[in-house]
């Protein structure tokens, strides 16, 4: 049983194989007790912490231990009463009230996974054991239910959460802040981490020690990132990347969201994640209700990579799904960088040809193929073929490309809408716009209101349309500018900050429609690379177009940063022409093509100008990533060695049968006369033996993982992959 409720005690206790969490009713307040290694009991809350208060405190809590709600350890605290922290939970009533005071009222108990609806999130498999606690909480003044509901994955060790505030008075009444997840901890020897980064830099690891005060990372651009990931955690000072209490959380949700920790005057911190409060106003009229996404809650006990694992293992098998989730996707070529938009169906054709020669499997026309565009100022809307370039139509084209043993893919940016475009003359009114003010283009181009319902049955039709009548395997679905001046035109003024949450709700509805009216077409998103990185966009698409900076040392960071919550199988990851593109740097096919392969592989370059010598390393990288990508994308990740920590960078997969190890090394600070880096190996059987396949030497798992193996450091911008096989 993997949630267990103590009616004597009114204590609530969820269970994976490894992790408990706690609460408790006391006084009607959800009050929480417990996150952390698996345990049986935890004692009442009055008798847990030794602080009652302070002066200032109003005390709701008579005779209680805490006397104030201030300093009770709480689980969704709402605004307006006593607990004057950053609540979980802030409304303005009819009567310009803004106080919600919540009182528990019941509990019911699933024995399945509930999901937050219009939202994407975690589900169960059959062969998981998925539970639900619903919590029901009340303000009877307001007539306010809020329902909290936890979900306990018990084998994986993962927990979730995601909130539904439902108005039950004959009022609407205005939801100013919803968090998703909120939790106090007992102290602040944390360090708060988080991933930042900017276009072409994404997702770069950063870990700071919690300061009292309110600590935030967040998005306020419409879309989930590319200034930060829906993710944060909670780190023990002490904690490495193998030792030490790690808490997690990463939201299942792209648009403006919210994650921080609120450390207050007692030195304890409030953990806390959802919808960002900032510009944001929901207006929830009587019988109405509205969701919080889901967090996805991944407690470690054994350090940083541990609950990196918990994380690739939930959104791998459990947020991503569809035909291509387990199988091996498509090695492909994009002609972005190739040819950008200057082709031609002959290009193309060429392209093609070289890449059968080396094995791809499929060629992805990018940007450029409609209307009339041929640089980046016109025709988003226009999703009809230019038959100037591409004379035999997508058709034509598909078939030809198909008939050299390629598949055929196709980007889109569908959210967008050029003001230069036929689109745009007959809907100008189709844009996110407020009157009055500029339509500031950024790319040249504006975004479609996706709050609207017209909007999203357009892309849906043109998506339809273009995807049954060609031969398309595959889509990028592109979004290259976030938001500004972000009104509707259709919405009244009270429900202009609604905007960006209704667009999300556009934008998964439209996606769900279509991925599951094409389940056999293979969906990569894309935000001008990873601007829009996200559990949420991986719940439609199994992968995402992780940055447009490809050069290979850039994506050490890139793809290292991402790895700490989204698995390998979700970043796309492409070999490129040197000197690279977007920052001028040199680097051999070999770290081009190693640092790619653990990611969802392909090339961005015109293989039809390859030399002899890069299209046989690339036939040879290929044979590799048929062979071990399943290694890459459905095993075990363990980080060795971070680049961020100024190290030659090593990773570790081990796969799902634990049968085989690869050990991917990279160096890009080669130094002479320095000791080679020992790298200790994780996850093996200690009494099994490994034979290395390069060299037929057989090593025992003990040896492996306590002596380790050597990685050389002095030759720059080497790298190596090393695989060693259970025997
Ligand atoms: C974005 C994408 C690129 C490419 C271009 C096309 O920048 O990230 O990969 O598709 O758009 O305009």
Known sequence: ???????????????????????????????HSYWGKRVNEVPPIAELYPLTGDNLDAVDLPGFKPHSSDVLMQEFPTYGSCDLRTP??????????PITKLSY?????????????????????????????????????????????????????????????????????????????????????????????AWAREAHIERKPLFVGMQEVDSK????????????????????????????????????WFGGADVDRHFRPRLMMGLNPFNFEWQLEAGESLYAPEVIMSYSSEGIGLMTRQFHNIIRKNVCRGKFRDTERYVLINNWEATYMNFNEEKLLAIADAAAELGVDMLVLDDGWFGKRNA????????????????????????KIN??????????????????????????DWCLHTEGRPRTVSRHQLTLDLTRQDVCDYIVEFLSKTLSENPIAYVKWDMNRHFSEAGSALLAADNQREVAHRYMLGLYSVLERVT????????????????????????????????????????????????????????????????????????????????????????????????????????????TYKEYGEVFHRGDFYKLA???????????????DKNTVIVMTYNIQGKIAVPSKVLKLQGLDAKARYEEVATGKIYGGDTLMNLGIFQNCDRDQTSDMRVFKKI
């Open 1 to 31: 049983m993997a949630i267990i409720v103590n009616e004597q005690t009114n204590q609530f206790y969820l269970h994976t194989k490894n992790t408990s969490y706690a609460f408790e009713v006391a006084h009607g307040l959800l009050a």
């Open 88 to 97: 979980a939970f802030h409304a303005v009533y009819k009567d310009g009230s």
């Open 105 to 197: 009222k019941g509990y019911k108990v699933y024995n399945e996974k509930l999901r937050p609806e219009g939202l994407p999130s975690t589900y169960a498999n059959e062969d998981d054991t998925a539970e639900t606690l619903e919590i029901e909480l009340f303000d009877e003044l307001k007539g306010v239910t809020v329902y909290l509901y936890y979900c306990v994955f018990e084998e994986k060790d993962i927990m979730t959460r995601f909130v539904k505030v439902v108005n039950n008075s004959a009022d609407r009444f205005t939801v100013k802040s919803l968090m998703s997840f909120c939790a106090d901890f007992p102290h602040m020897n944390y360090d708060m981490m988080n991933q930042h980064g």
């Open 221 to 256: 651009r419409g879309a989930s990132g590319p200034n930060h990931t829906p993710f944060v955690a909670l780190a023990e000072r002490e904690a490495t990347e193998t030792a030490g209490d790690v808490f997690g959380l990463c939201l299942v949700y792209s648009g403006n």
């Open 376 to 399: 980046d100022n016109c025709s988003l809307g226009d999703w009809y073929v230019n038959t100037e370039k591409l004379p035999s139509g997508l058709k034509g084209l598909g078939e």
């Open 403 to 428: 008939a050299k043993g390629l598949k055929f893919g196709l980007w889109f940016e569908p959210e967008m809408i050029s003001p230069d475009s036929d689109l745009y003359r007959a809907h100008p």
């Open 516 to 623: 599951t009216a094409f389940p056999d077409v293979l969906f990569e998103g894309c935000s001008s690379g990873g601007g829009r990185f996200d559990a949420g966009m991986l719940h439609y698409m199994p992968q995402t177009w992780s940055s447009d900076d490809s050069d290979a040392v850039e994506r050490l960071y890139i793809q290292e940063g991402l790895g700490l919550v989204y698995p390998f199988c979700t970043m796309g990851a492409h070999i490129s022409a040197i000197p690279n593109h977007q920052i001028g740097r040199n680097t051999p096919i070999k770290l081009r093509g190693q640092v790619a392969l653990p990611g969802q592989f392909g090339f961005e370059l015109d293989l039809s100008k390859m030399s002899d010598e890069d299209k046989a390393a690339s036939k040879e990288l290929i044979k």
């Open 642 to 656: 971070s680049i961020f920590k100024g190290q030659n960078s090593a990773w570790e997969f081990v796969s799902e």
